[in-house]
């Protein structure tokens, strides 16, 4: 019984020596089942060279039985996709050519024949690079094309009929065709290499170029060169590509093309690290020479949109602006490109909608506004064009526009953009955008103060109506009042103040208001400087229509302030500020204290306290004066007034004050017996108001 160690020194021939098995048919058969499966292993832990090196090994057992057939569906496509050739380990690939050609040539493929005889004995290499990493859309893009003969001296000139570079991106395909006899631009004969410099065009710009060896490619770039190469020789062509279109654009592949009586043939190189260019060769003083390619020798390069040369400049644009105001702007343009363009161009604010100004052109013929284009509608809510029209290279041209500030305050931004083409470019858009932050802030601020006034005007009667007493004339209780306005100003420069006027928003139902100016040179012009006040002084007279109705009655009001820059040209703004509303309680008695003519001592002060009773109660009122350390009075201590309906009482009193240069304050105390409630005395006039009462200014002594 053999022993389990008896192939310990000396194992099986077929474990020994594989390739030594020659003559058992099963013997090969089980080894090619063996490279199956190792190949299998190999394959699911991607050892890819172990799977090609296993591949050939079993092609060449089919080979040895004669296999063609068999053979050559295993090493065509190892052949075509063989890592050997990527990473030039010729030996290996240089055997698996052979091969490759014997098997086509017992299964009479002369296509394959001719494939597989070009690359070994011709190995033309075809690289193309750009010259830089990015371009720019309408701008030169230089770009080289090298074409590198490695087939043996031995061989015959390789002649090829076309070349084709087709892009993936906005370049359009290139076709060099060949031309004998074309001399090169200069050459190097240490490196064997011939540089030319072709002309591109479309195949009508180009002459000879509608042989009956040359494909119709009717978006294709042509240009000419000696396509005649030798053994170990090189051709650079420099080329000049003019991109249309923005994005990434790369080489998808480059066809070269031969035809001869016998056949056509097609060599597609597709891969992109076959394409690679390590170096880039231009032409110097002395000849020719090469530097290290800036991208790598990467074929794809980013084109970015082409870079607008328009500029656009706003001398007069200010970086804050008042609300409410009308703006006059002047756009300069300039002409930086090349040729001429026709321009368009559009101006928007963005920022909150009801916000954002107002923008108009104002066409150079007339001076008027245009808020629309009218060749094109509004793009955005609040886009404004303008067509320009043709602008000459190098020339400026001033379009004025105008703008009104909203009346909230706000920060926007100004985008004015220049849309454009160049006349010898129609297809290609260009934009060039100019972008300002943009303030808008409230030029005025105001504080209001409302008073009630004593109406010398007789009262309306209970006895007695009048005629038109059903008519629309007013006939009820009325009230007059004064109000104060202080505006002050925020801006940062002198403005001119038109007018500032107290205009009615809203009044009750059943009520009727008047308003008018108190200030003597409210009509006037007056120059406001910045952080300064301007008072306006207004009377408010209040009427109720019908003499029963006592509801109070709510007035709104709004501050209008026209105003202007000072500078010539201006234009007047016109801004509204809102005011508190007034509630007049027209049922209620009052008191008002006011100063009257003087009487007796030329010291003395005269102050009249007006009772009022506008109810249909017969009121009774306790009046007293309380005495004070400050002045001195004649006049009742304390009394009883009794007032029928509708009807006021006034009450004087001497005053002499014994203080200089401070307030004074009568102590006037009226006690409404009806309700059991102490009015409050409103001063009116120059007189002060609080809580104590009204308050009278003794000026110092002189």
Known sequence: MPSLYDTFLIQEPLREDPFAVVNNPDDKATLIEVYHKSTAYYHERDRRRAVERLQYEVAVLYMQEEEWRKALGMLLPLWESVSWRREGWWELFWGLGQQVRECARRCEDSNLVVRVEWEMMCDLSIAFTFGATQGNVGEPLQAQLLITSHAQAITAPLILTHLLVSFEGGLKNLLIEHRAGAQPTALATSDNILFYETTLGTGSDQQNVSSPTSPTYSDALMGFCDLRILPGESKAIALKLQPKESGTCQVARITSTIQTESFDFDYIISNPDYMRQDYHWFQTETGISRRLASNNGSNEIRIHPKPPKMQIRLPELKKDYLTDETIMLDIEITNEESDDAELTLEARFLGQADAVPTWAWITSQEQSMMTEDPLTNDKGMNTRRYFVGPVARLATQKIKATFTASAVPTETVLEIKALYHLLAEPDTPISKALINDVTFDRPFEANY??????????????????????????????????????????????????????????????????????????????????????????????????????????????????????????????????????????????????????????????????????????????????????????????????????????????????????????????????????????????????????????????
């Open 449 to 702: 103060d409302f008073r009630p006034t004593v109406d010398t005007r007789p009262w309306p009667s209970c006895f007695s109506l009048p005629a038109d007493v059903a008519g629309k004339s007013a006939h009820g209780l009325r009230q007059l009042w004064h109000s104060t306005s202080r505006l002050a100003s925020f801006a940062s420069e002198h403005l001119i103040i038109e007018q500032a006027a107290l205009e009615l928003v809203d009044v009750h139902d059943g009520t009727t208001c008047q308003v008018s100016n108190d200030s003597p040179a409210s009509t006037s012009e007056v120059i406001l400087a910045p952080n300064d006040l301007l008072e306006r002084h207004f009377k408010i007279d209040v009427q109720k229509m019908d003499l029963d109705d006592r509801r109070s009655a709510a007035i709104g009001f709004q501050l209008a302030v026209r105003w202007r820059r000072r500078q010539a040209g201006s234009r007047t703004a016109r801004t509204i500020l809102p005011t508190p509303d007034l509630v007049i309680p027209f049922g209620e008695p009052r008191v008002l204290a006011s100063i009257g003519p003087p009487r007796g001592e030329a010291e003395a002060i005269t102050v009249e306290f007006t009772i009022e009773n506008p109810s249909t109660h017969v009121l009774t009122f306790d009046i007293s004066m309380e005495t004070n350390d400050h002045f001195a009075f004649s006049g009742p201590k304390s009394s009883s007034l009794n007032l029928v309906p509708v009807s006021c009482r006034t009450v004087a009193y001497n005053i002499m004050p014994l203080v200089r240069g401070k307030w004074i304050t009568p102590h006037f105390r009226v006690l409404d017996t009806h309700f059991n409630q102490v009015l409050r005395v409103f001063g009116t006039g120059g007189m002060r108001s609080d809580k104590k009462g009204a308050s009278v200014w003794i000026d110092a002594e002189e």
